[in-house]
């Protein structure tokens, strides 16, 4: 079962370039989510998407943008890399959205560092 | 809104000992709280949760008592081994959420 696959798993970006992470899951999920990882805080929301055609943004925000390209894709954007994004970045989904109390399943991680 | 504080660790054990991480919450309503574990090099596993005041999560000899009255979950394991070295995350989910807040995470040694 593969889950919550992401690509790339490593990618080192100059800063101002662009480029997309990809994020596909085969559980038939209706929610999925963006989340990055930075020592000693833990993950944080970057945009997540409660169901195909919905997108709402998380606690961070700012320099990314989203695309739920349908049920099982949901891709991140990063239009101007900076290096304060430098991070590893995961994707999950997750069964139902609200009112649910199911966990989320996590993809391996993109680590990206910009230079 | 709603937040996780846990214990940041570092935590280095010998095999055998006992393991107890903490985790307090802040939260409106009845949120549902998580463990999750990354192993290195790997994304997030759920390890256990619960769903309810007093609910006792358990997993892999891990376990976890919500606790509404001092908002906390803290997680628990009598005989810790290599294979348990890993970052533990705590995380709640509210009950009109969509999303997971984590904690910061704790990063876990365990030398044999």
């Known amino acids: 079962n593969a889950g919550v696959t992401q690509t790339p798993k490593f990618q080192v970006l100059k800063t101002g370039q662009s480029m997309t992470l990809q994020c596909a899951q085969d559980m038939n999920h209706n929610s999925m989510y963006w989340y990055r990882q930075d020592p000693g805080m833990g993950l944080r929301l970057i945009y997540y998407?409660?169901?195909?055609?919905?997108?709402d943004k998380g606690e961070v925000p700012n320099g990314y943008n989203v695309s739920r390209l349908n049920k099982r894709e949901f891709s991140l954007r990063l239009e101007s890399a900076a290096p304060s994004q430098t991070s590893v970045y995961f994707c999950?989904?997750?069964?139902?959205?609200?009112?649910?109390?199911?966990?989320?399943?996590f993809g391996q991680g993109t680590r990206l560092t910009v230079v | 809104g709603n937040s996780v504080t846990q214990m940041e660790g570092p935590v280095t054990l010998s095999e055998e000992a006992f393991l107890t991480i903490n985790c307090t919450y802040t939260?409106?309503?009845?949120?549902?709280l998580f463990w999750y574990v990354q192993y290195p090099g790997e994304g997030l596993q759920l390890l256990l949760k619960a769903t309810k005041a007093d609910d006792k999560g358990s997993n892999k000899g891990f376990e976890a008592t919500y606790r509404k009255e001092t908002t906390s979950f803290h997680l628990e394991k009598g005989s810790v081994q290599v294979s348990d070295s890993a970052v533990y995350f705590c995380a709640l989910k509210g009950s009109n959420d969509y999303k997971l807040s984590f904690g910061a995470g704790t990063t876990v040694t365990v030398r044999a």
């Open positions: 999950a989904s997750s069964e139902k959205g609200n009112r649910e109390n199911t966990e989320a399943f």
């Open positions: 939260a409106t309503g009845y949120p549902s």
């Open positions: 998407s409660a169901s195909e055609g919905t997108t």
